[in-house]
C-alpha cells in the first residue's frame, strides 16, 4: 500500500561549481560537485525552503527512496514529507551531501581534476564552516535569498547553527537537535581512537588505500563499533540486549558470545562495506574543530552577538555524547543576546541516535515549531 | 630521603602448584605458577593477613619498589605500607598475580609443559571463581586459614566478593572498591571493541604473534585508549586536557592536534610494549563473565546468601564505568542477607581511576575500617 505521509520516489540532482572554495585551513578547491535532493515545491516568493544538514556518516538522502532501490529510504524519512513535522505540502526541503563525503559530492574517492588522480587523503580537511559557505552557493543556484527553517542534529545542528553566524540574513529559523557548540575532551578522545583504528590498520596505507585496491576495513569497522557504543545509551543497551548469550551458554573462547557483540560486529562490518574511511577521518575532525566561541576568548555569548535567527534546541535525556547540559549552554548563549528560543530536553532512553527516532513527544514538538513558521 | 610510609624494597617470590586446577570452562591446567608479594609480617596466630587482588592490567606487585628498579612503585603504594589506610605494621598484605597474566604467574607467555611451546592462544578462558580458587592455593600455601580480610578495586573488587561466596569461611572482611556485581551490555562493548582492535591486527596471528616474532603492538594500543576513556571522567579528562592545542594552534592534518591525543596515544603506546595481548583478552573475558547472580536467576540476594564477612563498598561519584548505582545494587543485595555492610559513595573527580587515587576522604574511609578490624 502506498505511504501517503512518503515523499515517495525521489532523485538525486547534482551541481558544478567552479569558482574556488577557500577553506578554513587556507587550502582552496577549485571546482567541486554537490549532490541534493529536494522534496515539495518551492513557492512562488521563494519563502518555504527547509535546508537540513546531515551528521558523521549520513548524506543528502534525507527522505523517500529510490525508484532502483526502494530499501534505501532517506535516513530522516520519519521527519519530513506530506503531513509529517517537517511537512512537505508547505516546505520545500534540501537535502545536500557536504565536500569530503563519499556519497556524490566532491570528496576523497572524486577526481582530482588538477592530478587526474582520486584525492584520497590529498583531499583537504574541511569544517562547519566551509560547508556552510558551500551550501550557500547551493542556496545561490537555487533561487534561495533566505531559508525559512536550516535543521540538523548532531553534527548537522553544527552546521545549522554555524549559519546562524555566518550568514545570518539568509536563515530565519535554526533548528539545533543533539548537538553542543564544541567537543568535550571526551568527545575528541573517542575520535581520536576511531581515527588511530583506521590509520594504523596496514591496508589504509597513509590514505591512498584506494591504488592498492583495498580499504581498511578493520579499523573503519572498530571506528564504527566504537562510535555505535556512544550513539546509544546505556540503558537502550541494557534493554536491548542486557547479558543475552547468543548460544544460551558461555563458550568459553573469543566468538561472539554475548548479543551485544554480534550487534556490534554487524554494524561494523556493514558500515565499513559502504563507507569510506578518509570521509570518516574528515567528519570527525570537522566534529573536534567546530567551537564558533574559539575566536571570541571562548566566550559563546560573544560569538552568537551576530545572529539574528529564531531557535529551537532540542536534547534528548538520555544522550551522553551531547547531553542536555550542553544544549542548555548553547539556549543560555542565545538568550543572553535576547534571541528567540524554543528549548525542550526530550526524555527518551535511546542517546544521541533519539534525534534519529520516531518518538511521539519530539516529532510534535518539532511540527508545532514548523506550524507556526509564516512563509 | 627514606619515605618512612613505604614498604621499601620488596621481592617477588613464586610458587608452584602440580594439582591441576580444573577450570571452569572445565578445561584443566595441570600445574603452574604463581608469583606474589608479601609485606608486613605474619602474626603468630596468623590472623593478620590481608589479600589484595588486582584488576585488569595490573599484578602482584602492589607496593614498594624492586632494589634494581626503584622507579617501579607497585600499584596500591599509596594506600599500603607502614602508616597507610591498609597499615603493614598491623597487617601482613599479600598480593598475588593472577593465572593468565604476564607478570611472572602461569599465562599466555608462559611454556606450556605438555606441549614445550609458549601457551599464547591456548591458554584457556580462566574465570574470576576460578583465580580465587588459585588465590585458595596460594594461601593453603601461606598456612593462611582465614584472611583477616581481602580487598580489591574493580576486577579486583570481584574477586574479593567472590571469597565471600566461595570460601565463605577463609574471609572475615570484604573490600569491593569502584565494582559491580556484573557488567552492563555497553561495559560488555567497549570490551569486545577492544578485542576486535587485538584479534583483527594482522600480527595477532590468531593468537601466536609469539612464533611469529611480532606482537599486535596496534590492537593492544587502541584497546587501551580505549580502555583509558573509560577510566577516566568526562569531568577529569575536561579539567586536564580540555581542548588545549599541542602546539597552540590547529593543524588540519591528522597528527596530534590535541593535548588528549598525544595523552591517550602516549598511553597506549606505552601500554602495548609492555602489556601481552592475549593477556587483555583473557582479562576482559573474565570481567564479561563475572556475574554471581547469573546461577540464581538473576537474584543477586540469593546469591549472596552464603556470604558470611563483613563487607566495606566504596564507589565514586563520576565513575561511570561502574558507577555508584551498580554499587549500591550489591550493597542492597548484602543488606537483603542481613550482612554488616558500610558503603560510602566518595566524591571524586577521577572517575573509574579513583580508586587508585590519594583522595583524603577514600583513604581515611578505608584507614578507619581496616582499625576496626581484630586481629
Not at 86 to 100: E, H, Q
Not at 134 to 140: N, P
Request: proline share 3%; aromatic share 12%.
Amino acid at each position: 500500500m502506498q505511504d501517503l505521509t512518503s515523499v515517495g520516489i525521489v532523485t538525486s540532482k547534482s551541481v558544478h561549481f567552479d569558482t574556488p572554495l577557500h577553506l578554513k585551513s587556507s587550502a582552496i578547491i577549485d571546482s567541486y560537485e554537490l549532490v541534493y535532493e529536494t522534496y515539495g515545491e518551492l513557492n512562488a516568493t521563494k519563502s518555504n525552503s527547509i535546508l537540513i544538514c546531515h551528521a558523521l556518516s549520513s548524506n543528502h538522502h534525507v527522505a523517500g527512496f529510490y525508484a532502483d532501490d526502494p530499501q534505501n529510504i532517506g535516513w530522516w524519512n520519519n521527519m519530513i514529507g506530506p503531513g509529517k513535522p517537517i511537512d512537505t505540502r508547505k516546505f520545500f526541503v534540501v537535502g545536500v551531501n557536504n565536500v569530503g563525503g563519499c556519497h556524490g559530492s566532491t570528496g576523497p574517492v572524486s577526481i582530482n581534476a588538477k592530478t587526474g588522480r582520486l584525492y584520497g587523503s590529498d583531499f583537504p580537511v574541511v569544517t562547519v564552516q566551509d560547508w556552510v559557505k558551500t551550501q550557500v552557493r547551493l542556496a545561490d543556484h537555487l533561487g534561495i535569498k533566505q531559508f525559512a527553517a536550516i535543521a540538523g542534529g548532531s553534527l548537522g545542528g553544527m552546521q545549522a547553527l554555524q549559519w546562524a553566524l555566518d550568514y545570518p540574513d539568509r536563515v530565519r529559523h535554526v533548528l539545533v537537535i543533539a548537538a553542543s557548540a564544541k567537543l568535550t575532551a571526551q568527545n575528541i578522545a573517542f575520535n581520536d581512537v576511531a581515527r588511530q583504528a583506521i590509520m594504523t590498520d596496514p591496508d589504509f596505507y597513509g590514505g591512498d588505500y584506494c591504488s592498492h585496491d583495498v580499504v581498511p576495513h578493520r579499523g573503519l569497522r572498530l571506528a564504527r563499533m566504537l562510535g555505535h557504543i556512544t550513539y546509544l545509551s546505556d540503558d537502550s543497551m541494557a534493554e536491548k540486549f542486557g547479558r543475552e548469550l547468543r548460544n544460551g551458554a558461555l563458550g568459553f573462547g573469543f566468538d561472539v558470545e554475548f548479543e551485544i557483540e554480534s550487534y556490534l560486529r554487524y554494524q561494523g562490518d556493514k558500515f565499513a562495506d559502504q563507507f569510506d574511511a578518509n570521509t570518516y577521518l574528515l567528519m570527525t575532525k570537522a566534529l573536534d574543530y567546530f567551537d564558533p566561541a574559539h575566536d571570541y576568548d571562548g566566550d559563546l555569548k560573544k560569538a552568537f552577538s551576530v545572529a539574528q535567527a529564531n531557535f529551537l534546541v532540542l536534547s534528548f535525556t538520555t544522550d551522553w555524547r551531547f547531553s542536555p547540559e550542553r544544549s542548555r549552554t548553547i539556549v543560555k548563549a542565545l538568550l543572553d543576546n535576547e534571541l528567540n528560543v524554543s528549548y525542550a530536553e526530550i526524555t527518551s532512553s535511546y542517546g544521541h541516535d533519539s534525534f534519529l527516532m520516531e518518538d511521539r513527544h519530539y516529532h510534535e514538538l518539532v511540527r508545532a515549531y514548523m506550524n507556526n513558521i509564516n512563509i
